[in-house]
């Protein structure tokens, strides 16, 4: 089936070419990010795929629809960068990929956790300047602290898991119950405003408009001063300007974050040899306490693989007209 491919990297067209041997579909590899600039790129493909920051909304839809479109299979759990319900009253099929190594995001909180509380990357800054002096680079031992996971789906609750293995009371906030959550010893808070319990807060639901801006000015003064917050899942859960706020002040004393906002016009792109225009991410950066990494969390070996072969497998679905499984939901 022809198919054009968006946002592609080098891995991507290496990783999605290897998964197609078999299937042989006609792909066609491109840089650019799907836009209304871009869509028409994708004349006459009767597939669009697409990544996280690609921008599907229903004015995108329209146009791919009438250039003949009716699968968009994004490379990604997330489907917020998706109007779905405009795609399905176009006919445009919506799907993604349900189920890839939930292990791969949950490892690189913890991860980012771990980096930012013991001021990894900045002690390793420092020694390849020749500075060994320890000054600045305390953190505090996780054994014994009170670590909230907010949503407890497939990546939260390995998240939780860990967590306890590092010997953390694990308090989780979500609205569905995960009995593997509560069987492996997490305690689920009845509101997400138990979180001033918490030394450690780490995001883990999926971004909608309930929960935009989850982490917002109002929230952030209730928490534990000084605890530390981890963001893997999506930019948008957090107000940066009210986390910057709070850094500022010390409420906040830290910040680790693989998503961010205004990513759409930052990550996957080597922006190192021009001037970077978002003020926001640039303060970020500039705190000691914070560590930023460009969407990574899903970057590992077993986690590519499997949205490279599910993405494959979803087209040829489509084209023998069999069930789509990893078709979004439209609520
Ligand atoms: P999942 O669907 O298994 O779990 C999400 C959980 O969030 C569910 O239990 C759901 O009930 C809960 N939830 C929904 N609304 C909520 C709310 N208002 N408050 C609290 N909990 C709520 O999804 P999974 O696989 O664990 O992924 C979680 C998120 O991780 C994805 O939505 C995506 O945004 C992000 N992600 C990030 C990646 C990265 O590379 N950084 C890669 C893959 C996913």
Known sequence: MKTAVFSTRSYDKTLLTAANV??????T???DRLTSNTASLAAGCVAVCVFVNDN?????????????????????????????VAAARLGVEVVRVTDYSPHSVAEFAVGLLLAVNRKIARASARTRDGNFELDGLMGFDLHGKTVGVIG???IGTIFARIMLGFGCTVL??????NPAFEAMGGHYMSTVDLVPDCDVISLHCPLTPETRHVVNAESLARVKRGAVLINTSRGGLVDTEAAIAALKTGQLGGLAIDVYEQ?????????????????????????????VTGHQGFFTQEAIGQIMQTTIES????????????RVPLS
């Not at 078999?22 to 792909?27: D, T």
């Not at 016009?265 to 560590?291: A, K, P």
Request: glycine share 6%; net charge negative; proline share 0%.
């Open 152 to 154: 407890t789906g497939k």
């Open 263 to 291: 990513e759409a016009s930052l990550f996957f792109q080597d922006l190192s040899s021009t001037i970077i225009e978002d003020d926001v991410i640039q303060r970020l950066v500039s705190f000691h306490n914070v560590i």
């Open 29 to 31: 590899f491109l840089q």
């Open 22 to 27: 078999k299937a042989g579909h006609e792909l």
């Open 56 to 84: 599907v909304d229903a004015e995108v839809l329209a146009m791919l629809a009438a250039q003949g479109t009716r699968l968009v299979a994004t490379r990604s759990t997330g489907y917020n960068h998706i109007d779905a």
């Open 172 to 177: 989780g906030y979500d609205q569905y119950h």
């Open 315 to 326: 087209i040829s679905a489509f084209e023998a007209g069999t069930e789509l499984v990893n």
